[in-house]
């Protein structure tokens, strides 16, 4: 059977993207060319029903019968490990106890970001893709759960995606200590040779073989033009196009959404301020589960946003998009 030996779990908007193409550069490695199978997250079919913005092609793309999944690792070199990303997997309970029955051996390398930051990082990616219709990064928040109930796909979960104390907590219920890695992306960012040389190590392959962690789909903010604001409009609209004439024309909009955006408003203190306390307690929790220190992440500086070179790509199906360093 081709099935992969490590998964990449997430976190979403936490350098995932950066690291799968970092160590598909490793010679004893072979990484999927389809990022996000998101195979673990279903169970028979991909979801069903239009979502939110954005939903219905990304819930098209699930890969999620067995043959396809096993057929991304058919190419694998004699000798190599097989791995692929899937940034939701980290979150999803059901998604833990799939990959344990199926892979009950894998290791899992999961990159967590400050849950401020990457909310907000979240937040601006699907506004500079003309999905979310908020103007409003901490309204955007408050309106989580009624987007929940009407049934928004799992990367418009702004808080809850941030909550790894809990999901961890889960994880570990079901793999083995030794079978996870928590690698922070302050880490991937500040150190990232020293990072990647430790995940390498962890996932049995030699180190030093692998120098640099490319800066992938930074995401940019919304430029606010007239055009900018027609095409935000119009792109919600083509997802639900039958059949595949929205995945044509999706991307052509995204692309001129592209052209049009400029640096990204960093994080507020005062944003921070008002959504660091949801956080608070899972802090806590994820410092017991791990051993970890987080003070840092409760400071009220906007510390771990990503660097301002917005000149990446916006991509055409958004929880394909955990992006950057």
Not at 200 to 224: H, Q, Y
């Amino acid at each position: 059977m081709a099935l992969p030996d490590f998964l990449l779990v997430g976190a979403p908007k936490a350098g995932t993207t950066a690291l799968h193409v970092a160590l598909a550069r490793h010679p004893q490695l072979h990484l999927s060319s389809v990022k996000e199978p998101k195979f673990f997250l279903t169970d028979g079919g991909p979801p069903r029903g239009p979502g939110g913005p954005g939903d219905a092609q990304t819930f098209r793309d699930y890969v999620w019968r067995r043959e396809d999944y096993e057929a991304l690792f058919d190419a694998r070199p004699p000798g190599t490990l097989a791995g692929e990303s899937t940034t939701l997997y980290l979150r999803d309970p059901a998604a833990h106890e799939r990959i344990a029955a199926t892979l009950p051996a894998a290791r899992l390398v999961a990159v967590i970001r400050d849950p401020v930051d990457r909310a907000h990082s979240n937040w601006t990616h699907l506004r500079s893709s003309g999905l979310e219709p908020e103007a409003d990064f901490l309204r955007a928040c408050e309106l989580e759960e009624s987007r929940i109930a009407r049934g928004w796909g799992p990367f418009w979960r702004y808080v809850d995606l941030g909550r790894y104390g809990a999901q961890l907590a889960h994880l570990f219920s079901v793999f083995a200590a030794e079978q996870v890695l928590v690698v922070l992306y302050r880490d991937l960012r500040r150190d990232p040779l020293a990072t990647l040389d430790r995940i390498c190590a962890f996932l049995g392959v030699a180190t030093g073989l692998v120098r640099a962690v490319p800066v992938e789909n930074v995401t940019a903010a919304a430029a606010g033009s007239r055009t900018d604001r027609l095409l935000g409009r119009v792109s919600p609209l083509l997802d639900r196009l039958p059949g595949r004439t929205g995945d044509r024309a999706v991307p052509a909009v995204r692309r001129r959404l592209q052209r049009e955006q400029r640096q990204r408003a960093p994080l507020t203190p005062a944003e921070r301020a008002a959504l660091l306390p949801s956080f608070l307690a899972d802090i806590a929790l994820l410092e017991s589960v791990t051993g970890l220190h987080l003070d840092h992440w409760r400071a009220l500086d906007t510390h771990e946003r990503p660097p301002l070179d917005i000149r990446g790509n916006i991509g055409t199906a958004h929880t394909d998009i955990d992006r950057p360093l």
